[in-house]
T-cell receptor
């Protein structure tokens, strides 16, 4: 039973454009959400987080949006750069952390 | 530099063999975790430890065992009872197991069955 779903296994965008990665969850008890970035043969690294009391958190080129009523989370990267090419995992926690399956982002020069 | 190290990077297991994956952290974190990643799936929790000499099963603990004799170390043994061990294994740590703790990951170990 996947409580956190990333329905797009891959996404390709042009350098300089916006990348939007989406994540849906089913457990309404989740109150903390994170995005991790993973390069091949490396462990995930923490990117950005948001608590359920907020609907937006911004850190440089990265913004996470939370829509609690829709149980939907998204990560926006603006502008996208080739170095952003990686697999992005969303995660949600109610004390136990659950991860989505990941979305592979490719940013083309 | 503070961080989490995992060794080896690649590990091969023969049928019926137990193998142990190493995880060490120098972040002074109390909590440590082991995850398994399979293609097309999210990270699944195998075991976690909130404190030395204490650990709990995660969602897929069958066929695995752990120990936590030192704060810095949380080795994972993949036993012969684990029938499908081929996967990418990730170790993580966090300050504690609170709901808003960020987990920090090691580079992973890829286990392959011969």
């Amino acid at each position: 039973d996947q409580q956190v779903k990333q329905n797009s296994p891959s996404l390709s965008v042009q350098e300089g454009r916006i990348s939007i990665l989406n994540c849906d969850y089913t457990n309404s008890m989740f109150d903390y959400f994170l995005w991790y970035k993973k390069y091949p043969a490396e462990g995930p690294t923490f990117l950005i987080s948001i608590s359920s009391i907020k609907d937006k958190n911004e850190d440089g080129r990265f913004t996470v949006f939370l829509n609690k009523s829709a149980k939907h989370l998204s990560l926006h990267i603006v502008p996208s750069q080739p170095g952003d090419s990686a697999v992005y995992f969303c995660a949600a926690s109610d004390g136990d952390m659950r991860f989505g399956a990941g979305t592979r982002l490719t940013v083309k020069p | 530099d503070g961080g989490i190290t995992q060794s080896p990077k690649y590990l091969f297991r023969k049928e019926g063999q137990n193998v142990t994956l190493s995880c060490e952290q120098n972040l002074n974190h109390d909590a440590m975790y082991w995850y398994r990643q399979d293609p097309g799936q999210g990270l699944r929790l195998i075991y976690y430890s909130q404190i030395v000499n204490d650990f709990q099963k995660g969602d897929i603990a069958e066929g695995y065992s752990v120990s936590r004799e030192k704060k810095e170390s949380f080795p994972l043994t993949v036993t012969s009872a684990q029938k499908n061990p081929t996967a990418f294994y990730l170790c993580a740590s966090s300050i504690d197991t609170g709901p808003r703790e960020t987990q920090y990951f090691g580079p992973g170990t890829r286990l392959l069955v011969l």
